[in-house]
């Protein structure tokens, strides 16, 4: 009997053991989980602030480049500067693409296309994900169409053609318009008809989003002649 009962109290021993280690191991994650939960609504709480102080000084910005573009003699390098110092500042802000946007636009106001394609080279690369690539994509590609080198204006052509033609880009109607005025200034006018029907086409059923391009290509295409 003594030995039943040392062997049965041995036996809740161990089971009391043995909940006490589970419990406290369910303790210990609950405490792991406790401190990974406050360190993502920390961090959550972090990027907030980060990404209203890159929207604070971004907005700022914006309204003093609004502000030299309509000055008869704009200041541009000392408000391009400003742009560069921010976009250091918050280069981790997801608004990192639109300072280097602003910038491209600030260097092709002082002539410097070279400097300007290099930015959005970099803009665009690491934009790959982003559904609005393909209009910095289209930038890139005027611009290099209105380059002195006719490598480069063959190279921008050949990518507007093929954004003109990427049923998956939704900037594809914006494609379409202006490789239909490169057409145009080209004295190529069936060409132009051609892509700038093929916009009209597509937008006919189109009733939520209608192209802004699509009055203004129907009075052009009345001046067309196939």
């Known amino acids: 009997m003594v030995n039943h009962k040392i062997t049965k109290a041995n036996f809740f021993d161990v089971i009391s053991k043995s909940v006490f280690a589970q419990s406290r191991h ?4 609950l405490s792991v989980l406790a401190v990974l939960v406050g360190l993502f609504f920390s ?10 102080a890159a929207q604070y000084d971004f907005s700022a910005l ?25 976009y250091e500042k918050h280069s981790s802000s997801s608004l990192l693409p639109y300072y280097q946007s602003y910038k491209v636009n600030i260097l092709l106001k002082q002539g410097d296309k070279s400097t300007a394609l290099t930015t959005l080279d970099t803009m665009i690369a690491n934009m790959q994900s982003s559904p ?40 594809r109607d914006s494609a379409q318009f202006y490789l239909g005025r490169y057409y145009w200034a080209t ?21 939520i989003a209608a192209s802004p391009w699509v009055n203004q290509v129907q009075e052009l295409l009345k001046l067309t002649i196939v």
């Not at 690539?133 to 005027?142: D, K, N, W």
């Not at 004295?187 to 189109?206: F, G, K, P, S, Y």
């Open 132 to 171: 609005i690539v393909a209009l910095y994509e289209m930038e890139r590609a005027l611009i290099k169409m209105d380059s002195a080198d006719a490598e480069m204006n063959v190279i921008g052509l050949t990518s507007l053609k093929m954004l003109a033609e990427d049923t998956n880009n939704i900037f």
């Open 43 to 52: 961090y959550r709480l972090w990027v907030a602030k980060r990404e209203q």
């Open 26 to 29: 369910f303790f210990m994650v």
């Open 187 to 207: 004295d190529q006018i069936e060409l132009a008809h051609t892509v700038w029907q093929q916009l009209v086409d597509e937008q006919r059923d189109e009733k």
């Open 62 to 86: 914006i309204a003093e480049y609004d502000t030299m573009s309509r000055e008869k003699n704009p200041q541009w390098a000392p408000l391009l500067e400003k742009f560069e110092k921010s």
